[in-house]
T-cell receptor, first 112, second 114 residues
Framework: QKEVEQDPGPLSVPEGAIVSLNCTYS??????FMWYRQYSRKGPELLMYTYSSGNKEDGRFTAQVDKSSKYISLFIRDSQPSDSATYLCAMTRSNTGNQFYFGTGTSLTVIP | DTEVTQTPKHLVMGMTNKKSLKCEQHMGHRAMYWYKQKAKKPPELMFV???????INESVPSRFSPECPNSSLLNLHLHALQPEDSALYLC?????????????FGDGTRLSIL
């Protein structure tokens, strides 16, 4: 079993829709959770960073962590064509330095 | 534009060539990373430098040789690569090597081995 599972999609939604992206993980030691956005032919760009359980909001983006269910989510409100990209979740354990465990990425297309 | 700059953006080389990839950051970060990313896959960690010392080598073949000349620069020297080494090579940096430090990525060097 992979440590981090993420549905690769592809996911296609109309402009203005609410998008929900999710990752599950198996190791309860994960404490730091990140979402990256990667456009084609670019490097991953840090979108959201959260510690432990709870919600964090930044503009149209909301990150949610539920450690009891080992489940993290990224919500995008009022989705725009410019949100079309691959979204990668990543997480780390406090006792392994800064080794990231990535999901496989979800490809999102927002249709105008 | 990212704050981690990688050059060149594209590189085509033969299997007998020697080339180097370069990465630079001026955010004062003390940890720097090399990743390899194949199409439609997540980045795979290759090397980690912390305070200019190699701290993690993920069993990478010796045809890849990292170097950290100072806290702002990271190089990856390439020699006798194989066609399966064709990939996007990403550099990242973080303030330190602690688990709570998010990593910031460059846009990568797209490497093709003929």
């Amino acid at each position: 079993q992979k440590e981090v599972e993420q549905d690769p999609g592809p996911l296609s939604v109309p402009e203005g829709a609410i998008v929900s992206l999710n990752c599950t993980y198996s190791n309860s030691a994960f404490q730091y959770f990140m979402w990256y956005r990667q456009y084609s032919r670019k490097g991953p760009e840090l979108l959201m960073y959260t510690y432990s359980s709870g919600n964090k909001e930044d503009g149209r983006f909301t990150a949610q962590v539920d450690k009891s269910s080992k489940y993290i989510s990224l919500f995008i409100r009022d989705s725009q064509p410019s949100d079309s990209a691959t979204y990668l979740c990543a997480m780390t354990r406090s006792n392994t330095g800064n080794q990231f465990y990535f999901g496989t990425g979800t490809s999102l297309t927002v249709i105008p | 534009d990212t704050e981690v700059t990688q050059t060149p953006k594209h590189l085509v080389m033969g299997m007998t060539n020697k080339k180097s990839l370069k990465c630079e950051q001026h955010m004062g970060h003390r940890a720097m990373y090399w990743y390899k990313q194949k199409a439609k896959k997540p980045p795979e960690l290759m090397f980690v430098y912390s305070y200019e010392k190699l701290s993690i080598n993920e069993s990478v073949p010796s045809r890849f040789s990292p170097e950290c000349p100072n806290s702002s620069l990271l190089n990856l020297h390439l020699h006798a690569l194989q066609p399966e080494d064709s990939a996007l090579y990403l550099c990242a940096s973080s303030q330190g090597q602690g688990a709570h430090q998010p990593q910031h990525f460059g846009d990568g060097t797209r490497l093709s081995i003929l």
